[in-house]
């Protein structure tokens, strides 16, 4: 038997499109991808969603990469895990750091269910689903480059449209969209932490607009702001920059922080804990969708199978890949007829990796052996 090892490469993949949020503009995204091999051989493969510096989550590609490699192999190595179970266990003392925690355990957790042929669909307990997507449209130059774009975007079949807005680019973007296209089209907007609770007169000029949500429009330790915009009850306010855990899942939903939940399984720890944040929304009755970070092959096709459980009931930024990417890690997802993607059917996340092109996009690589 060999030494488990897990390589993390880090990739620059070009996106097809600059996305330009309130925290600020790409064009090629960074990603962290883990390949965990276990002693048997077989490898796992997940993506992280941290970016290059923290300016959406606390963690950052190079803080994940250096938890993993101080902090979590060490632990790991004494006793070394062949399930996401025993992952869990081993680094249960760790505190936060749900970005570095959440890779391993994915990566784990792949080569766990590609070792028995068990699509990820079926560990969840769920059942296999097309599921409906929306498209996030980022913050262009001007209007009438937003109204190409959402056009664009409907033409392509997505059923649903999230607008970035920040202070200044907010009621006209949305008044523009509403105006152009129909009234049935299912339009979200999302501030990603860009105002403040001074702010809470003009974000209820939103609800004229008939939003299906409001996502983040407060910084992450915000709660009782969002509570006293949700207590108007007008556009339903959703979090995601806020819920980094089940307990704040909890919190935020008890304290009525939270009409809807952006589940980001990368955000929360991986799959496992988003698999509880969702259980709770469900018996709570707060619809979730399914979070996304331009995931490359393997976070679109995870994220896929995690949205087929009952409790997602709005449609989920899991967009076609060519949304984002001319050449990906794995195969395209492109959307059917109905404006559906569909999660893969192989074991694992069910995405075959295409070597060349990890080759082809890494910038830097390194591999740890647990012995
Ligand atoms: O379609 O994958 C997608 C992107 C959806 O807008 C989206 N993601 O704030 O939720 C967000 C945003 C994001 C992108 C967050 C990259 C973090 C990194």
Redesign the pocket.
């Known amino acids: 038997m060999s030494p488990a090892t897990l390589d993390l490469y880090r990739l620059a993949l070009p996106l097809v499109r600059p996305f330009r949020?309130s925290r600020g503009e790409e064009t090629v995204r960074d990603v962290l991808v883990a390949r965990w091999t276990g002693t048997d051989g077989v490898s796992g493969w997940a993506e992280s969603?941290a970016?290059v510096e923290p300016v959406?989550f606390p963690e950052y590609i190079d803080s994940v990469r250096l938890t993993i490699e101080q902090v979590l192999l060490p632990r790991l190595a004494d006793d070394c895990p062949t399930t996401v179970g025993s992952v869990r266990h081993t680094v249960a003392d760790v505190p936060g750091n749900p970005l570095a925690r959440g890779l391993v355990e994915t990566a784990v957790l792949d080569a766990q269910l590609r070792r028995h042929g068990m699509p990820l669909v079926d560990f969840l307990g769920s059942v296999r689903r097309p599921i409906t997507v929306g498209v996030?449209v980022g913050i262009p130059g001007d209007l009438d480059t937003l109204l190409n774009w959402v056009g664009g975007y409907l033409d392509d079949g997505y059923r649903r449209v999230?607008l970035k807005i920040q202070p200044g680019w907010d009621l006209a973007p949305v008044r523009a969209v509403r105006e152009a296209f129909s009234d049935e089209l299912s339009l979200q907007v999302?501030a990603?932490q860009a105002y403040t609770a001074a702010d809470i007169p003009l974000l209820s000029r939103l609800d004229e607009f008939g939003l299906l949500l409001l996502e983040q429009p407060f910084a992450r330790h915000e709660l009782l702001a969002h509570a006293a915009l949700a207590a108007r009850h007008g556009t339903p306010v959703c979090l995601?920059e806020s819920v980094l855990s089940l307990a704040d899942a909890m919190t935020a939903i008890r304290i009525g922080a939270a009409d809807v939940i952006n589940i980001k399984p990368s955000r929360v720890g991986g799959y496992l804990t988003a698999v509880q944040i969702h259980d709770v929304c469900l018996a709570h009755g707060v619809p979730v969708f399914c979070?996304?970070?331009?995931?490359p092959a393997l976070g679109r096709a995870a994220n896929l199978a995690l949205a087929t459980l009952p409790g997602f009931t709005l449609p989920g930024?899991i967009?076609a890949t060519s949304?984002y990417y001319a050449r990906d890690i794995g195969a395209s997802f492109e959307l059917d007829a109905d404006g559906c993607l569909n999660a893969p059917e192989g074991p694992g996340n069910g995405v075959d990796v295409d070597l060349d092109a990890i080759d082809a996009f890494t910038v830097e690589a390194v591999t740890y052996r647990l012995d």
């Open positions: 949020t969603a970016d959406y996030s999230k999302d990603n995601d979070g996304g970070t331009l995931e930024d967009s949304r």
